[in-house]
């Protein structure tokens, strides 16, 4: 019986540190900070660097589905072809759920302050896997 009670303590304390995860969560946080700072340096190229290079990329948005990073960036260059209407991103981290050592669901808001266009904003949903040793949105859901 004292087996399966430590047993079922390591499983817990397992779960939890995924839960927990501070240094990871400290790492996915500067992959948004740094988005955030090169979409209001007006550098869709240096946000997309943050996004998995792959066919296999994921973005879903009011329009559909998008798959593909050369997709995604061609994407964002179409809906933000100039400075005025890229504006000023801000984001609002709302929630992020490690599901395990490599994998990451964040949930925030967006906003954009743009003077000449509208501001405009919404939430997002993005899954961020550590491929190489580097977290990278592998799934984008923006609304």
């Keep these: 019986m004292k087996y399966k009670y430590l047993i079922l303590c390591l499983l817990l304390s397992a779960q ?3 839960g927990q995860a501070p240094n990871e969560r400290q790492e996915v ?3 948004l900070a740094r ?5 209001n340096k007006g550098n869709i190229e240096a946000f997309m660097e943050d996004y998995w290079k792959s066919d296999s990329l994921m973005f879903i948005g009011s329009k559909g589905v998008v798959y593909g990073w050369k997709a995604t960036l061609d994407r964002y ?3 933000y072809p100039d400075r005025a209407t890229m504006g000023t991103l801000k984001f609002d981290i709302q929630k992020t759920d490690f599901h395990s050592k490599t994998t990451c669901w964040v949930l925030g808001k967006w906003h954009l302050t743009r003077p000449e266009k509208g501001d405009i904003g ?3 949903t993005l899954i961020l896997k550590k491929i190489n040793g580097k977290w990278l949105i592998v799934s984008d859901h923006t609304s």
């Design 16 to 18: 939890v540190s995924f």
């Design 29 to 31: 946080l500067k992959v």
């Design 35 to 39: 988005q955030n700072d090169n979409w």
């Design 77 to 79: 260059h179409k809906s």
């Design 122 to 124: 919404g939430y997002f």
